[in-house]
């Protein structure tokens, strides 16, 4: 039996994180930072997508920048064949 898990980093799925910049509500003029880690789909990215909009609709926090890092946790192997001699005593 398979797992879903493994069934869906076969379909694209991998882990992305966000850094979402914001205003604090009290105080414009500075921006906080908050990060969060999901698994997601590139490119269209539909669970930050979802939690963005949860975001404008229920925190006061205005969002100014959003910057998004997405790896694909199952990927071809990189092979390199290297030229050299390794001895062993």
Request: charged share 25%; glycine share 4%.
């Amino acid at each position: 039996m398979v797992s879903s898990d493994f069934l869906k980093r076969l379909d694209g799925f991998g882990l992305l994180t966000a850094e979402i910049l914001y205003r604090m509500p009290d105080h414009p003029a500075f921006l906080q930072s908050f990060l969060w880690q999901t698994e997601d789909k590139a490119p269209d990215f539909p669970e930050l997508s979802r939690f963005l909009h949860f975001w404008e609709r229920e925190l006061d926090g205005p969002i100014h920048l959003v910057r998004v890092a997405h790896e694909k946790l199952i990927k071809p192997c990189d092979f390199r064949y290297l030229q050299g001699e390794l001895l062993l005593n």
